[in-house]
């Protein structure tokens, strides 16, 4: 059996194991007050070409969306993100767990426009009893998005001006990073994401770590006493240096885009082989992750010798799926989906 | 100038006043613990027909429906809604606040269906990944809603019956209940709202008191330390007995159902005069709030004399504006609305 | 029966209900926004000579305690205050509700020190893991305390030092700020709160009012969308002219500090009768509450015509009461009470 | 220079690296649903010899102790611990960022007494206005203490037999599980804590694993949507079976007691030359982490050589300084540090 159903089904990359196993008889200080942690914040600072970053190390996405939102709002201000977003389908209501109220708006795609945010901040700035209403704060986008689909530079330029103009933060959550800028699609840069956006995050555990998030902070009113928003959200690990560790490792000699490059590659392999087959694609996505409309047959075909996921039954009978691949998956397990898929009839 | 903005732009019926000073050189106990809440108390479980309600007075409608909430719900459970819903729309956020996520149902004239929300429960059940998502534990209906519907005794029976089945709390807002009971198309009594739901309220504020809302648990599991949920949400008024004497005094023979009454048959007078005049509703709203379709010229003529809010801009240019009567409404003021409603062109 | 349980136990004072029966067919706008509370928020900031005070009502005084400190706090920032401080003892863990640690610091006689507070701010800047506690910002204190007692100006300035050394706000809850003021012994004036804390609470419901606290706010960063605060808090009246035309009343012609003063004057005739009768007071009031320590059957004496609560049953086996006077208490229960005292062996 | 500061500075035991080796290549499901996190719980359930335990795994300490109370009250309920307690001095008010007060009891050398907690259960039985404050529901004990200092079995009893009479949860923090039952002073086995306890933890990341903590639940009620708390609190790893294959290794062969109880026994040799050295204790920890009285010019001379922790600043001058040995502790490391303690003047 072959696993597309995620890309966080596999360890993490050699390299990663290899830094583990070297510096296992090291001591370090705690919390991520450590070597590694600063050796990895370097590394992306550079990647960014800015100084002015904060970069923290968490260990899951979840965890790294709800602290820097508990960080960024005040009480009675709330977040705007597309319907489908992380944080407000598959989060358990982690957001308003911590207090804050979340705007969701309707996503074309997985994704939502600067038209939208403005529309609604607009409202609020209009209202004539804002006090009855929370106050948009910030823009949670995902890139890629749940979807698999990416902000082009122009639309996310776009919603850059609309949250200078209302006084916006802006958040990109990168669980899956590595596939978005690894995408020949994708005309956005990791020097572009810390000019347009005030914090996003760098994927480790979907992108070849064991675990972990980095979170960059770029706004300066979201990085005083970030460490406090951590460890208050049990966010903090002891053993902190096992993060920076892992993503220092991940970003040296380029790894991490290396590794995720391919995974791109490998999808895109997956979706000729569906365009081939005449079998739909549900959306058009240039990332890790490709919708597929499969009739129950098909599914059941596919299903014998390859675990995937159901998206969405759809309304004509038809399932949408979703085939992820990752930084672990290897070629001849896409060239046998390939053939399978091209099999069905 | 006559108002007719919202139905909480007086002070309160006489009666109150005068129990007020008939009653202010006595001491009572604090904190609702007093002779007057016992028989406010007592009056309402007479009219509900049962024993087993319990019955708490606090000042505000906000107040009131996050405090229920708060007994309600465990951390990872949330609230069903109309999108339109005073808690999902005007009050700030507060159930988020409080930790909770609100899933908000596309409403239909305020309402929503047994349908839409058997499915939403039902996906909570058959999902896969269940502590990915919030579990939907209580429904938010008003009654009258915003838009001053009403919900028949067989939709709320439908609504009952799905509770039941996925196990969910019926809880309904009744910030202006009395206009609801008042309502000559109304089926539902307060017996029935006891035997249908787990909790509501008898809104106290818009009816004829200087504040007040009367919160009604039904259900055993709401019951236990709501005393402690009020005073930890800001709820409990030191001179409680002032809430247990408004509502004994509207409660005493029949007064709140009468002028609620009252202020209904002013509001189907008004509707009348805009449906003779061949001005367009908004919707079909049986209770004291009328909404009306003016253009700019007609809300222009009438803004001489009338205050009215505007309830929403419509896309082809005209507006939407809302008329509210109420237990102060004087007939003489009806007359003057109906009859410039009736001369405009 | 005489009641001296507490400051809370009748009505208003007649000049309130005057109020409210004057006014009573007029309309008026919602949430605050009103005639009333703008007069009365006029007034307030004459008493206190200043212009930059932002003034709102509030209906209790767990709920003004709570919003303020949750409009002055970020998350990981926490509250001194005394360990008999009333939101550390008797408010249902409502700070903590929202999600403030609070640090309680040893009271003497109901108060703290400057060097108290000085003592934790240097602990939590001098850690060298200030991470994993919280970050003292808002010192609590009660004023007059819950034991009767007053700060004087000297002390508070010293508080005030302590503060601007450490960045700190200081926020005064002044319940029964009325009956401090109204003191002989009492060295701060209304300006000098103004000029001392950041913000402050006027009591209205123990000091003469049906219900009702004014909330000044003298801190800038206090200001800004604290009625959004108000709101998601559960502490916006819909008539809140009501709260503003109370307040109108009391500041009218002196009268709030009146009635206070004549309070306080009674006490110090009961605490006079007290020591007469060579009973020992628990401390040294010069407010309206006076504890006095009585053996068993003096309180079972006592009790046949008069209601006090029991603050606390000592190890010796004698009880330490309190006796609170206020605006509603007669000389002749006073008269009557001193006698009875008196007499007790 | 040798590391005495803490038990979270060494990587992993080389059978968790081995492990993690071993398994790399492999795919397993998500979330903690998978074969490893099955293993290692049953092996867990096997060494409580019971089958009532549900086993959660989670990354980090503060993260599960939170995670269990916000399981474990509702709103208006609070936790009872030492002063000392983890939860209420270094966890940056975790607890009651989720909403929860904390009643801190004076603790005795990091232990607090079932006289203690029932005083504290019985005065809000005994409570006249129980809504007034909050009502304490979970007793948060720390084993080993922060201090080092363990409960005995007659004490766990007498504290169970009031948590039984009150109706308290009992939760033990077992961040240092393995150094307290290693220790040859410890009369308590795992089957007498999960036959006392409530709920308790099995610290992996201090004894032994790169990270992890295992969440044991006893009690009835805290199981149920156990898995939504985790989530919604951020403590759900993507990759789970990383930490249940960690237990799982950890528990092979009695690995996780073996390491324990040597370091303990490293803790009793660095003890006794303490004493030899006629250098006093702070008090005595029969387990892993030592607390010693030097002077000044003591704890410069062994600073030389080793890094341990300030604790505190004793008044006389003097310094209390914690030693921790650990898994990772060689024995000659130990023999230094003896020998640096003996030639102390």
Avoid at 50 to 74: E, K, M, P, S, W
Avoid at 232 to 248: E, I, R, V, Y
Wanted: charged fraction near 20%; include cysteine.
């Amino acid at each position: 059996m072959y696993r597309w159903n995620n890309d966080y089904n596999h360890g993490a990359h050699p390299a990663i194991l290899e830094a583990l196993q070297r510096t296992n008889a090291q001591s370090y200080g705690g919390y991520g007050q450590d070597v590694w942690c600063e050796t990895a914040a370097r590394q992306i600072r550079a990647l960014l070409e800015t100084d002015r970053a904060q970069v923290h190390f968490l260990t899951g996405g979840t965890q790294a969306n709800f602290t820097v939102i508990a960080a960024a709002l005040r009480p009675y201000e709330s977040v705007l993100c597309a319907d489908t977003g992380h944080i407000h389908v598959h989060e358990t209501g982690a957001v308003e767990h911590i207090g804050h109220k979340i705007l969701a708006l309707p996503a074309r795609d997985g994704k939502i426009s600067a038209g939208q945010i403005e529309a609604e901040a607009r409202r609020f700035r209009e209202s004539e009893i804002p006090e009855h209403i929370t106050c948009p704060r910030l823009v949670y986008l995902s890139f890629p998005t749940e979807f698999g689909t990416l902000y082009t530079k122009a639309e996310l330029e776009a919603i850059r001006a609309v949250c200078d103009e209302y006084g916006l933060l802006l958040f990109l959550d990168g669980a899956r990073l590595g596939y978005g800028l690894g995408s020949p699609r994708c005309d956005l840069s990791l020097p572009d994401l810390a000019r347009l956006t005030d914090a996003f995050t760098i994927g480790g555990t979907k992108c070849g770590a064991l675990f972990g998030e980095a979170v960059v902070l770029l706004h300066p009113s979201l990085q005083p006493f970030f460490r406090s928003f951590i460890k208050q959200n049990g966010g903090m690990l002891a053993k902190g240096w096992l993060l920076g560790l892992q993503f220092s490792a991940l970003l040296e000699g380029d790894l991490y885009f290396t590794i995720t490059r391919q995974a791109v590659e490998q999808a895109m392999r997956l979706r000729d082989a569906v365009l081939e087959a005449g079998i739909p694609l549900y959306l058009d996505s240039p990332t890790n992750q490709q919708f597929v409309i499969l009739t129950r047959e098909q599914a059941d075909t596919l299903e014998r010798s390859h675990i995937f996921e159901l998206q969405e039954a759809l309304p004509d009978g038809r399932l949408c799926v979703r085939f992820c691949t990752s930084w672990a998956t290897r070629d001849e397990e896409v060239e046998t989906l390939c053939r399978d898929i091209r099999a069905l009839r």
